[in-house]
């Protein structure tokens, strides 16, 4: 599903894009043939070594070499001579662990999965790569890839279990094709609950207009309503925006409405389960009724901005910039860009980060995104399958396993240069609570007054908060993500009340969705959009709810029963 791409494409570097917010902060191709490539990979001339003489984190000896493919991007910057091919972490696997990746080839990440897509066609892939779900389906249709069932159980360190136990194993779920582990999840550091959205609110702006800060949804309407009518920028201008909204309204960013959805009850864009336990497609539920028909008073009264149809979340970050947005849905790491874009410029800004308030007595619960959406997998008949486990208990054993941070930490940005060395590693697994992790050891630290003991990255979170709360102003976007009352208290609460809702459906698209799906959700946010502007009456729903199943929903949901019947 489109809803964790955004993730997967930066999660290598994730944690250390959260640990800089603070201080500026596929389609399926065609199956590929029974070529003799293929043929030759599914194992008829090579078997694979599962009784390697080596225990995770020892060393290769004799030495190894295992191959792969590279994404790489703009934000792939290098020392004075490094490159993809030789890097810290090269050096380390070769040096320490006897094992040296070759990279078969690299491209920029546009061409990655085009490039891929040839090679697998072809039956011609190296000993490990990086898949989505629609290639890792492929690559086992054909027999290509690598059982690693009991790989998994031999070779991972229990560190490195634990961290993919932390999504309760949904991940490794989404990873298994017929009852074989075929592929290890590439999770990320702000990943799992860490995705839930999450109010922002300006609270000068509160005080000015002498309002609570809000408790309930009438709390959320009635700020809304004060700060598009009531001047709460006090320039004598009718120029500020109740809830800022982005016309990408059902995907991510900032002016996102999944949060004022989830209010109601109501998902977007993924699989949940009905009353009767059904599997079925959120977009089409009855619960977005009255969101709807709420929104479309909102913005009938003038409390939405009239243009945001056309406003990608580009504008709304500008409005903020402005002055002109005090109330907005967004994620964890919005807090970054507010500070540079409100605060900074604006020092009497100040905001704080809500949970999501329920329309009921019932609590609101947030959707989440997929804990991974990019899957390492192993060719069928590989001689070492466990070699990129084992790159993944050196990733995490390095990088967090130890608390490694000594001064300077190697592994993280360099903010002068914006080299990030964590992008090297070939694979890369973050655990998914790390920040929320950090966030308790912050906070824990600041009340007992020492930091000392802190690890990476709950040392340079405490290093910020402490400097905001000595009285240092440029860290206040550090308090604002890790401070009290910040971002992440608000994962916490969720965290803490097991308040999640995952997309149930974890599987490559089914046959049907990849050919109907993009066309539904482009009509539901066309229907919505409508709804909300005016264009067409509430009623709409229900005609678009009934025209779903013309447009392929019904089988949709057959092939998804189908498949969760199987994967329970």
């Keep these: 599903m489109k809803q964790g791409r955004k993730y997967g494409a930066v999660s290598v570097g994730s944690i250390m894009l959260l640990s800089l917010i603070a201080s500026a902060c596929s389609n399926s191709a065609d199956k590929p043939g029974a070529s003799t490539a293929a043929t030759t990979a599914?194992?008829?001339?090579?078997?694979?070594?599962?009784?390697?003489?080596?225990?995770?984190?020892?060393?290769?000896?004799?030495?190894?070499?295992?191959?792969?493919?590279?994404s790489v991007d703009a934000a792939f910057k290098y020392a004075a001579g490094d490159s993809i091919d030789s890097n810290i972490w090269t050096k380390i696997f070769e040096q320490d662990y006897g094992i040296k990746v070759k990279n078969v080839w690299s491209v920029d990440g546009t061409q990655y999965h085009q490039k891929l897509n040839?090679?697998?066609?072809?039956?011609?892939?190296?000993?490990?790569?990086?898949?989505?779900?629609?290639?890792?389906?492929?690559?086992?249709?054909?027999?290509?890839?690598?059982?690693?069932?009991?790989?998994?159980?031999?070779?991972?360190?229990?560190?490195?279990?634990?961290?993919?136990?932390?999504?309760?194993?949904?991940?490794l779920k989404a990873a298994t094709i017929d009852g074989k582990l075929l592929g290890i999840p590439h999770t990320f550091s702000n990943g799992g609950v860490s995705t839930a959205e999450m109010l922002y609110v300006r609270t000068d702006w509160l005080k000015k207009l002498n309002l609570p800060e809000p408790q309930s949804m009438d709390d959320v309407f009635k700020i809304a309503t004060a700060f598009a009518k009531q001047d709460p920028d006090g320039n004598g201008k009718a120029d500020t925006i109740g809830l800022a909204?982005?016309?990408?309204?059902?995907?991510?960013?900032?002016?996102?409405?999944?949060?004022?959805?989830?209010?109601?009850?109501?998902?977007?864009?993924?699989?949940?389960?009905?009353?009767?336990?059904?599997?079925?497609?959120?977009?089409?539920?009855?619960?977005?009724?009255?969101?709807?028909?709420?929104?479309?008073?909102?913005?009938?009264?003038?409390?939405?901005?009239?243009?945001?149809?056309?406003?990608?979340?580009a504008k709304i970050q500008e409005d903020v910039a402005a002055g002109r947005v005090g109330l907005a849905y967004g994620y964890v790491s919005d807090a970054g860009y507010i500070q540079k874009e409100s605060h900074t410029k604006d020092p009497k800004a100040q905001w704080k980060a809500f949970p999501l308030l329920s329309i009921d007595s019932k609590p609101a619960v947030p959707q989440l995104y997929d804990t991974a959406n990019t899957f390492y997998v192993v060719k069928k008949g590989s001689k070492h399958p466990e070699a990129a486990i084992n790159l993944a208990n050196i990733y995490t054993n390095r990088f967090y396993e130890k608390s490694y941070a000594p001064d300077p930490n190697p592994f993280i940005t360099d903010t002068k240069t914006g080299v990030m060395p964590a992008k090297y590693a070939p694979v890369a697994l973050d655990p998914l609570n790390l920040n929320l992790e950090a966030f308790g050891l912050v906070q824990a630290a600041i009340k007992a007054g020492d930091g000392s003991k802190l690890g990476f990255p709950a040392s340079i979170h405490f290093d910020r908060v402490s400097k905001y709360l000595a009285g240092d102003d440029s860290q206040w976007g550090g308090n604002f993500v890790m401070g009290e009352g910040g971002s992440y208290s608000v994962i916490d609460k969720y965290s803490k009340a097991k308040l999640g809702q995952y997309n149930l459906f974890l599987a490559p698209a089914t046959p049907t969705m990849s050919e109907k799906l993009p066309t539904i959700k482009k009509k539901v946010a066309e229907t919505f959009t409508k709804i909300i502007m005016g264009d067409s009456s509430i009623d709409e729903f229900d005609k678009f709810a009934d025209e779903y199943k013309k447009l392929g929903g019904d089988k949709i949901d057959q092939e998804v029963n189908d498949w969760y019947a199987k994967n329970k």
């Design 245 to 313: 909204v982005n016309k990408d309204f059902l995907d991510y960013g900032h002016g996102s409405l999944r949060g004022f959805f989830n209010s109601y009850h109501a998902f977007t864009d993924i699989f949940i389960k009905d009353a009767a336990g059904k599997i079925v497609y959120g977009s089409v539920q009855k619960e977005l009724k009255e969101p709807l028909k709420k929104l479309q008073e909102m913005y009938k009264d003038g409390i939405l901005d009239k243009e945001f149809g056309v406003k990608p979340p």
């Design 118 to 171: 040839v090679s697998i066609a072809s039956g011609d892939i190296p000993d490990f790569l990086e898949v989505n779900k629609e290639e890792m389906k492929r690559l086992a249709d054909a027999g290509m890839l690598e059982d690693l069932t009991k790989v998994w159980e031999q070779y991972s360190t229990p560190f490195l279990k634990s961290l993919m136990s932390q999504d309760q194993g949904i991940g």
């Design 42 to 70: 599914a194992g008829t001339t090579a078997k694979p070594t599962t009784e390697v003489a080596v225990k995770p984190l020892t060393k290769y000896d004799p030495p190894i070499e295992v191959t792969t493919v590279r």
